[in-house]
């Protein structure tokens, strides 16, 4: 069992574009060009992939329902998709979360950098506030270009809520692996936070990924592509060589995603 726990689709008309425009951000060639349907699933298969988790971010308030309703659309479509609802931090939190709830989807992704506002900003904590433990928030990680996604504010935040549910992407932190372990690691013990490893591995030693890894536990560790940044196959394939052992690989790949959401 292979359960993705961090993907990207796009709607056709814009998806050539907008994979470009995530290349372009993170100075980095993107391993599938067009971040569609068809390119998630074809990527998938060859690396045997059963679900994936989908998403998308909005960078303005009227994006918002846009995309929610797009990832239910495709999560209506695909049996073996479930999805995230899309949050801008000018929405009226109540409002978005029902609408989330009631289209099915099983949390909500926000993306600071991208939104240009702070994780521990008060417009999101009014979200936070809101979400209390009703779902589960999915939050980019890290960026040494800035201070939005910074590990010491996610530390904040779960000090201010110690009710929320929350999985760091990127290991806690995209080029912030150490102020990760050194915000995050108390949080792991009360069991509100686990990690996505998405786009972490191609940039740590396997040595220092590993450490990171059985830091933090495999148990709260979910395994995700990051696609169309990365194919599926050498994901897979980077993550079997760091030398975890079969049990800890099975958290990783499906143990921990699944009860995380219940699924
Ligand atoms: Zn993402």
Not at 12 to 32: H, N, Q, R, V
Not at 122 to 133: A, I, R, T
Not at 216 to 237: C, L, Q, R, T
Request: charged share 25%; with cysteine.
């Amino acid at each position: 069992m292979l359960i993705d726990a961090h993907t990207h689709i796009y709607p056709e008309k814009i998806a050539e574009k907008a994979t470009s425009s995530i290349g372009d951000f993170y100075e980095l060639p993107m391993a599938a060009s067009i971040g569609n349907v068809e390119g998630l699933l074809n990527s998938g298969k060859a690396a045997g992939v059963d679900r994936y988790l989908i998403c998308s971010v909005a960078t303005s308030p009227l994006q918002t329902r846009t995309i929610t309703n797009y990832i239910k659309t495709e999560v209506d479509l695909h049996p073996e998709f479930f999805g995230l609802g899309a949050y801008h931090q000018d929405n009226i939190p109540k409002e978005e979360i029902e609408y989330i709830i009631s289209s099915g989807l099983k949390g909500i992704k926000i993306h600071p950098d991208f939104q240009k506002c702070a994780i521990d900003d008060e417009k999101f904590c009014n979200l936070y506030e809101e979400m209390g433990d009703k779902l589960p928030i999915l939050i980019h990680m890290g960026d040494k270009r800035y201070d939005y996604s910074h590990p010491k504010r996610l530390a904040n935040v779960l000090n201010k809520f110690p009710k929320l549910k929350v999985i760091a992407a990127h290991l806690g932190g995209y080029q912030a692996w150490g102020e990760a372990v050194a915000e995050l690691t108390s949080f792991v013990k009360k069991g509100n936070i686990r990690f996505d490893e998405s786009s972490s591995l191609a940039f740590l030693s396997k040595e220092k990924a590993k450490e990171i890894i059985r830091h933090y536990g495999a148990e709260n560790i979910f395994w995700g592509s990051d696609f169309p940044m990365w194919s599926h196959k050498s994901e897979v394939e980077l993550i079997e060589s760091l030398g975890l052992n079969s049990n800890e690989l099975d958290w990783i790949f499906y143990k921990s995603i699944t009860e995380f959401f219940g699924l």
